[in-house]
Nanobody
Framework: QVQIVESGGGVVQPGGSLRLSCATS????????MGWYRQAPGKEREMVAT????????KYTDFVKGRFAISRNNAKRTAYLQMNSLKSEDTAVYYC????????WGQGTQVTVSS
């Protein structure tokens, strides 16, 4: 049984920062790739960033490059998404994905960037 719980969302001003956390249990977290995805109202869920199981390789979609950083602490079974220089366009529900037995998803955490 795997559990995935995102946290850290909230309301921030443009240019602000936020760090999301993805806490997992029920798996050996360090064995599985993971990623962060987001979905805004009326839009499809889109990939934001991915990271390999060991954390040695990361990928980002163009609209967050240079602003966001994905990381993980396998001992804590937790992944993170550091978001800097936030824009209103980053407003969305952010979901944590773990590539375990296909795709496993958390419930999401709301990020709102507003002035």
């Amino acid at each position: 049984q795997v559990q995935i719980v995102e946290s850290g969302g909230g309301v921030v001003q443009p240019g602000g920062s936020l760090r999301l956390s993805c806490a997992t249990s029920g798996i050996i977290f360090g064995l599985y790739h993971m990623g962060w995805y987001r979905q805004a109202p009326g839009k499809e869920r889109e990939m934001v960033a991915t990271i390999t199981a060991s954390g040695d390789t990361t990928k980002y979609t163009d609209f967050v490059k240079g602003r966001f950083a994905i990381s993980r602490n396998n001992a804590k079974r937790t992944a993170y998404l550091q978001m800097n220089s936030l824009k209103s366009e980053d407003t969305a529900v952010y979901y944590c994905n773990v590539r375990y037995r296909g795709d496993q998803w958390g419930q999401g955490t709301q990020v709102t960037v507003s002035s």
